[in-house]
């Protein structure tokens, strides 16, 4: 009894509010959400994989299961594929009677691709290769395969790494992905090379089965892939027919169905920090023209819905909507208005006016939805049951103005009882890249238990500062050339204005946030650490000259962050960093990172909690995780990260506590509890069965 009364108290952290049903911790990172979507060329099948974490408890750690489903238009799941597996990149053949996935299963010694029958039965393999099979596409016809690649490791490196010879050659010692092609009508199939001298990306058939639309880098670097990559249309050669000249970051492309046009979403310039803009390619002439030009928000997805007519998905503001475009006059007409969920995933069937989409609301993570032709849209599947017996805090977009009259927004929720008049403590959560936004929708994250910090009183606020996606290129590219500038002021102002209006104790505001939001969280505690009475930092950046120096991504720094080099103004970098800062600290700041990760390396952690441990002024504690890279990836590690927070912000937001607070956790007694549990559930089995 005394066991299970200390990992009650552990779990809660904090005591909730009563006559509430809060969300736990516990299940919050253990929300399962649909994350891939397909639709069959004639809209009669749709398949979509549902994300189960592992219970960080009841499992041994390990990444998600990636489960396969089907599910007709009167919301009747069939469960294809389940249990502990991981699977994705699905696709209808064709002819619409099979679904290829890849997989990694049974004896497979790499990632393989598999089909089955969209009526059911065993999966079969198609393809192991030598190396996982990273992104395929089947031909029109059927007949063909292409897939993408890396070259099989040899034999003679595992003899060598046996022998202790492990020397990494930083950089150089990366494979380029490589383009396969392979006839799938034959008995046996051997793929060939198609030569290509880049690091292949992704890859699509025309629709004359002739050639392939790919995306390539230079080289395998990440900042490669970033900022330096292009979409070129080849033979089965592999020679290039056609190159489309665009600037700056790329994502989805498709062809028309005639194969005369290819859509795609690009950047506007090389110093656009995200692809937002909707371009259109002429296959013939290679000639881009832009489809929205000067659309004030950022186009997540598109589809064909003819050769003439597609529709497109946009994020704008807060929101997010469906518009229809004629791409010869450039008319557009809206068929699904903002304010109807955030979607995130927009698949057409080919003939078939068929349409379904991925879409989260902040009742509900992401699930999918059909979309009827006028814009209606009709929920298909409930991953979560169990949300509708969870109490639901208000979440809404409000609007401040940033001191130099820029109009600004963000994502408020308020606590669970909210009481009118009533000064509550408030969290704000800061965004990353920054080239993101914070969308209305389902914002509960192991970063950001949002439901549970409602509970137990906080307000929170998702701040989409300047320099923020959503609201066209112009806006997004406000913070460039001016890290931590006005940038953060924004976040000042808007702790400034939920005070005003009588909403939020200006004494008890802490901040949070991961990447450019723990950069964020680092200038709070050193920089504006008058404003903040606690921080939380995560694979934030704490030293802008080092960060130049230890990252994988310091082109994409350069053109569309800092707009410099640090040779070109030390001081200014220097300056801009909170380790300058430090000595002034006075936030209790909890500092948590990755030890994996290439984009923030670790050292920026460890950068800031030796200048202020040195300084000794204020409270700082470190935690590393092994294993994870830019962001806690497994169940385990996102539930003890969830745990330091609330306890971090509750000890001193709350308490107003100067010291720690404890720095163990009660996981072993936890598992402890439920062994209990486990053996006296089976003695009490044996007796009923006696």
């Known amino acids: 009894m005394l066991r299970a009364k200390v990992v009650l108290v552990g779990l809660a952290l904090c005591s909730t509010a009563l006559l509430a049903n809060p969300i736990s911790l516990e299940q919050t ?17 749709t398949a979509f994989v549902r994300n189960r974490p592992r219970n960080p408890y009841r499992e041994d750690d390990g990444s998600s299961y990636r489960e396969l489903f089907m599910v007709n238009e009167q919301g009747q799941q069939t469960p294809f594929i389940t249990g502990d597996i991981r699977l994705g990149n699905l696709k209808f053949s064709p002819d619409n009677r099979q679904l290829y996935f890849v997989s990694k299963r049974a004896k497979d010694k ?12 065993e999966a079969v393999q198609v393809l192991s ?27 003679a490196k595992a003899e060598l790494s046996k022998k202790g010879f492990k020397a990494e050659v930083y950089e150089e010692d990366l494979q380029l992905s490589q383009l396969w092609l392979t006839d799938l009508t034959a008995a046996e199939l051997k793929p060939q090379l198609i030569s290509i001298d880049a690091n292949v990306l992704s890859l699509s058939f025309a629709p004359d089965n002739k050639h392939l639309l790919i995306r390539t880098a230079p080289t395998a670097l990440i900042d490669d892939d970033y900022m330096a990559s292009q979409y070129q249309l080849v033979d089965l050669s592999g020679k290039t027919v056609q190159h489309f000249a665009t600037a700056g970051k790329l994502d989805k492309a498709a062809f028309s169905p005639d194969g005369s046009k290819v859509a795609l979403i690009g950047s506007e310039d090389i110093h656009d920090p995200s692809a937002g803009r909707l371009l259109l390619a002429d296959v013939g002439s290679g000639n881009i023209t832009e489809l929205l030009p000067n659309y004030m928000g950022h186009v997540q997805d598109f589809a064909w819905r003819s050769n003439t007519e597609l529709d497109y998905l946009g994020h704008v503001g807060t929101e997010a909507e469906i518009g229809r475009l004629n791409v010869r006059n450039a008319k557009r007409s809206s068929l699904v208005k903002a304010g109807n969920g955030i979607i995130t995933r927009l698949e057409v069937a080919t003939n078939s006016p068929q349409a379904r989409v991925l879409l989260n609301k902040p009742e509900h ?18 991953s979560n049951p169990w949300l509708a017996g969870i109490s639901m805090p208000k979440q809404q977009t409000i609007r401040h103005q940033a001191r130099d009259g820029l109009e600004l927004e963000g994502i408020l929720i308020y606590p669970l009882h909210y009481v009118k008049g009533k000064q509550y403590p408030l969290v704000m959560v800061v965004h990353g890249g920054p080239e993101a936004h914070i969308s209305n929708g389902w914002l509960d994250r192991y970063a950001s238990p949002v439901k549970l910090m409602a509970a137990e009183g906080y307000m929170q606020f998702f701040p989409n500062y ?6 066209g290129v112009a806006f997004s590219k406000l913070g460039q050339n001016d890290y931590a500038g006005k940038e953060f002021d924004d976040l000042v102002d808007a ?3 939920l005070v005003d ?15 450019y939001g723990g950069y964020a969280s680092a200038w709070a505690a050193t920089k504006q650490t008058e404003h903040f009475a606690a921080s939380v930092m995560f694979v934030g950046i704490s030293n802008n000259l080092s960060k130049f120096g230890t990252t994988d991504i310091a082109n994409e720094m350069h053109l569309v962050h800092a707009r410099s080099y640090p040779w070109q103004k030390w001081q200014w970098y220097l300056e801009r960093s909170p380790i300058y800062y430090a000595e002034q600290a006075r936030t209790p700041i909890l500092i948590m990172h990755g030890k994996d990760d290439t984009r923030v390396h670790p050292s920026q952690s460890m950068e800031l909690y030796r200048y202020l441990k040195t300084h000794g002024k204020v409270p700082v504690r470190l935690v590393l995780y092994p294993g994870e890279g830019h962001g ?11 745990m330091r927070l609330i306890r971090w912000m509750d000890h001193f937001l709350k308490h107003g506590a100067t010291t720690l607070p404890p720095h163990q956790l009660p996981h072993s007694d936890n598992i402890n509890v439920l062994k209990d549990a486990a053996e006296n559930n089976a003695v009490n089995d044996n007796k009923d069965a006696a």
């Open 29 to 45: 990172v253990s929300v399962q959400s649909v994350t891939e979507l397909a639709i069959s060329n004639d809209g009669k099948h």
């Open 110 to 121: 790499f990632a393989s691709l598999y089909k089955i029958a969209v009526n059911g039965g």
């Open 129 to 155: 290769h030598s190396s996982a099979i990273a992104r395929y596409d089947i031909s029109q016809d059927g007949r063909k395969l292409a897939f993408l690649a890396k070259p099989a490791e040899p034999k």
């Open 365 to 382: 993570p992401t699930e999918v939805y059909a979309l009827h032709n006028r814009g209606a849209l009709h929920r298909l599947t409930d």
């Open 466 to 471: 300047r320099g923020s996606t959503g609201r």
């Open 495 to 497: 702790k400034q204005h």
């Open 501 to 515: 209006q009588g909403l939020v104790d200006a004494s008890k505001v802490g901040m949070t946030g991961g990447s």
């Open 632 to 642: 806690n990836q497994k169940a385990a590690a996102q539930l003890d990260y969830g």
